[in-house]
């Protein structure tokens, strides 16, 4: 099937990609309603919605990345049961291990400073 005529609009037509349009009310390409075009199974070129990538976890103190603790978005997390939210370990899945390990070793620091000082000053009322 040839074009017919010199002046015809055959070439740019069918180099023209179809139009999509957005299917809920929000018409702005923002970063919250971005869209892929899909071809679906009937052949028709539909616009379908990207969900938001989620973050990792990160530790409140350091800001290293948590592992043991998927990277989902908020309602994913609802989803999870309790065990798949954190690991099973003292601030698990709110501060990693270096910073639970440096945590308990200057509370045991500390401690043991309280009993040297008990001892030093009985020490020095019994002289």
Do not use: W
Request: one cysteine or more.
């Amino acid at each position: 099937v040839g074009c017919p005529g010199l002046f015809s609009l055959c070439a740019r037509t069918l180099a023209m990609a179809p139009r999509l349009t957005y299917r809920r009310r929000l018409s702005y390409n923002t970063r919250s309603n971005k869209i892929r075009a899909v071809k679906t199974p009937g052949g028709r070129l539909v616009a379908q919605y990207i969900g938001k990538k989620p973050s990792q976890p990160v530790c409140g103190e350091c800001d290293q990345k948590l592992s043991g603790v998927p990277a989902v978005r908020h309602n994913g997390l609802a989803r999870l049961s309790k065990t798949r939210k954190h690991v099973t370990r003292a601030y698990g899945g709110a501060r990693c291990h270096t910073c639970v390990r440096s945590r308990i070793i200057r509370a045991f620091l500390i401690e043991e400073q309280k009993i040297v000082k008990r001892v030093l000053k009985a020490q020095t009322q019994k002289a």
